[in-house]
């Protein structure tokens, strides 16, 4: 069984702080996922990594995946209330895949 | 990406009873996927939806709780049958686009009473 284990589960922080949230696995995968999930909606992907050692940017947002590709980083630069949801990583293997916990953030103004 | 929409969004139904939900892509997709979210967890997968064969569940979940159909490559149900307020979650389709990546649909958030 491939297990994403997603730290920290639950962050509350003030606007413009920093923060990250990790992914970490034993597993390879052929790619990982983040996606963010508001209350009553399905998740949104916000990016996918499939080398190890990428990093991608999105605004304020830098993703990074590992060398061996087992895990993953979420790092959010100056966080504002908008920021604040549900961030799940998943890693996928043959189009299926794997979900973390979670980590809900909270952005308070 | 692709345009996946899932009916109903909500729904609220009478233990015992079964509820399906539909699952419909704007384009052909070879794979897709459903999921459960239980009340503030993650995501788990339930079965993979092949077209013109049956579904390839997980550990944990079977046919006779869970039938889908899948009859061509942009639509796809699934059954949750015979339901208890356990089976109350939030229940996502989605489909793989490329081999790296998927991408879901609203979902449809369920409550068994």
């Known amino acids: 069984t491939q297990l994403l284990e997603q730290s920290p589960q639950f962050l509350s922080i003030q606007e413009g702080e920093n923060l990250t949230v990790y992914c970490n696995s034993s597993s390879v995968f052929s790619s990982l996922q983040w996606y963010r999930q508001e209350p009553g909606e399905g998740p949104v992907l916000l990016v996918t990594v499939v080398t190890g050692g990428e990093v991608k940017k999105l605004k304020r947002l830098t993703f990074q995946f590992g060398d061996a590709r087992k895990d993953s980083s979420l790092h959010i630069t100056a966080a504002q209330p908008g920021d604040t949801g549900l961030y799940l990583c998943?890693?996928?293997?043959?189009?299926?895949?794997?979900f973390g916990d979670g980590t809900t953030l909270t952005v308070k103004p | 990406s692709a345009v996946i929409s899932q009916k109903p969004s909500r729904d609220i139904c009478q233990r015992g009873t079964s509820l399906t939900i539909q699952c419909q892509v704007d384009s052909q997709v070879t794979m897709m996927f459903w999921y459960r979210q239980q009340p503030g967890q993650s995501l788990t997968l339930i079965a993979t939806?092949?077209?013109?064969?049956?579904?390839?569940?997980e550990s944990g979940f079977v046919i006779d709780k869970f039938p889908i159909s899948r009859p061509n490559l942009t639509f796809s149900t699934l059954t949750v049958s015979n339901m208890s307020p356990e089976d109350s979650s939030i229940y996502l389709c989605s489909v793989e686009m490329t081999g790296l990546e998927a991408f879901f649909g609203q979902g449809t958030r369920l409550t068994v009473v």
């Open positions: 998943a890693g996928t293997n043959a189009g299926k895949s794997t």
């Open positions: 939806a092949n077209q013109g064969s049956e579904a390839t569940y």
